[in-house]
């Protein structure tokens, strides 16, 4: 089996791509950056360039998967520009490899697309649960932004290619993302809840992650799916247990909310959104959990 990763060198892509391998499956890659293009017995690069619509069809040969995880980093400050790129790196790229394989289908056998979308889709609530009925209004930035997203992702009907989108929570890895950023204040004992630090943290182990995505290729588990362990926890609690799993501590003290509107701007909702996100479906379709619990995880994370 091939398939073919987009978003490989980020946390989730380049995780993913080691599973792969590791499982002795055959990967391709697209890359926008020539220098990271490789070519090897299981591993080979191909070229796309999103703002000039360009893309190596090579890419697609022999390819029965293709795992689509391409995506600005929506956790940097949201300037004008870069609102503009979270938007075109998820949509530009999703089209770009609709057209391309609209293009060459009798060349290609592309079966099934798995694609990354986000919790960001639904509203923060103290109090609801959602699943992946839930209505989505479309009224703040992001909800815009994995709205258009899949009704992109929408269009590979069109080719009759299988599609299984995953919602995905707050990614817990070893390599980036949000331990990353709260490893530093941790190790110094200064880490600490925001606001209210009540917020619900539906949040997923890299691990869990990478064996959902495959499992839904071998299973062929098509539609939407959220990619959340089972368990979400309150923000003041997973900062607290972040510390314990290093043997440190946390201030009790939060940080208030103006402060981080400061220092973050607009981007600030990630921090304060509260989001209770069910996993009740992707159990239902047979899916176990490595790591359903927080501490769990956080012990698999920094044990090494």
Same mark, same amino acid.
Request: proline content about 3%; hydrophobic content about 40%; glycine content about 6%.
């Given at each position: @089996?091939?398939?073919?990763?987009?978003?490989?060198?980020?946390?989730?892509? /380049?995780?993913?791509?080691?599973?792969?391998? /590791?499982?002795?499956? *055959?990967?391709?890659?697209?890359?926008?950056?020539?220098?990271?293009?490789?070519?090897?017995?299981?591993?080979?690069?191909?070229?796309?360039?999103?703002?000039?619509?360009?893309?190596?069809?090579?890419?697609?040969?022999?390819?029965?998967?293709?795992?689509?995880?391409?995506?600005?980093?929506?956790?940097?400050?949201?300037?004008?520009?870069?609102? !503009?790129?979270?938007?075109?790196?998820?949509? $530009?790229?999703?089209?770009?490899?609709?057209?391309?394989?609209?293009?060459?289908?009798?060349?290609?056998?592309?079966?099934?697309?798995?694609?990354?979308?986000?919790?960001?889709?639904?509203?923060?609530?103290?109090?609801?649960?959602?699943? +992946?009925?839930?209505?989505? +209004?479309?009224?703040?930035?992001?909800?815009?932004?994995?709205?258009?997203?899949?009704?992109?992702?929408?269009?590979?009907?069109?080719?009759?290619?299988?599609?299984? =989108?995953?919602?995905?929570?707050?990614?817990?890895?070893?390599?980036?993302?949000?331990?990353?950023?709260?490893?530093?204040?941790?190790?110094?004992?200064?880490? &600490?809840?925001?606001?209210?630090?009540?917020?619900?943290?539906?949040?997923?182990?890299?691990?869990?992650?990478?064996? @959902?995505? @495959?499992?839904? =290729?071998?299973?062929?588990?098509?539609?939407?799916?959220? &990619?959340?362990?089972?368990?979400?926890?309150?923000?003041?609690?997973? =900062?607290?247990?972040?510390?314990?799993?290093?043997?440190?501590?946390?201030?009790?003290?939060?940080?208030? !909310?103006?402060?981080?509107?400061?220092?973050?701007?607009?981007?600030?909702? *990630?921090?304060?959104?509260?989001?209770?996100?069910?996993?009740?479906?992707? @159990?239902?379709?047979?899916?176990?959990?490595?790591?359903?619990?927080?501490?769990? &995880?956080?012990?698999? $994370?920094? !044990?090494?």
């Amino acid at each position: @089996m091939k398939l073919l990763i987009t978003g490989g060198t980020g946390n989730i892509g /380049s995780y993913l791509i080691e599973e792969i391998l /590791s499982k002795g499956y *055959l990967v391709n890659y697209l890359t926008r950056d020539r220098s990271k293009i490789k070519k090897s017995s299981n591993l080979n690069g191909f070229f796309w360039d999103i703002d000039r619509q360009i893309i190596d069809h090579k890419c697609f040969q022999g390819v029965s998967h293709i795992v689509h995880l391409s995506g600005e980093s929506i956790s940097k400050r949201w300037t004008k520009k870069r609102k !503009k790129n979270i938007l075109s790196s998820r949509v $530009l790229t999703t089209n770009l490899l609709f057209t391309s394989l609209s293009k060459y289908r009798s060349l290609y056998k592309v079966q099934h697309i798995v694609c990354a979308s986000a919790i960001g889709i639904y509203r923060s609530s103290y109090d609801k649960i959602y699943d +992946e009925e839930s209505i989505c +209004e479309g009224k703040t930035f992001l909800q815009q932004v994995v709205i258009k997203w899949e009704k992109e992702l929408l269009n590979f009907k069109k080719l009759g290619i299988n599609i299984t =989108i995953f919602r995905i929570g707050l990614v817990l890895s070893k390599k980036g993302g949000i331990l990353k950023t709260l490893q530093t204040p941790t190790k110094f004992n200064i880490s &600490a809840p925001i606001g209210t630090g009540k917020q619900l943290q539906s949040w997923i182990h890299e691990f869990d992650l990478s064996n @959902m995505i @495959m499992e839904s =290729i071998f299973n062929k588990w098509f539609g939407v799916y959220n &990619a959340v362990s089972p368990n979400p926890v309150e923000q003041k609690k997973f =900062i607290k247990l972040y510390a314990k799993s290093l043997n440190k501590v946390s201030l009790p003290i939060p940080i208030p !909310k103006a402060i981080i509107r400061l220092i973050f701007g607009e981007m600030s909702v *990630l921090i304060f959104n509260s989001q209770y996100v069910s996993s009740k479906k992707i @159990m239902d379709s047979g899916f176990i959990f490595r790591f359903p619990k927080i501490e769990e &995880a956080f012990f698999n $994370l920094v !044990k090494d």
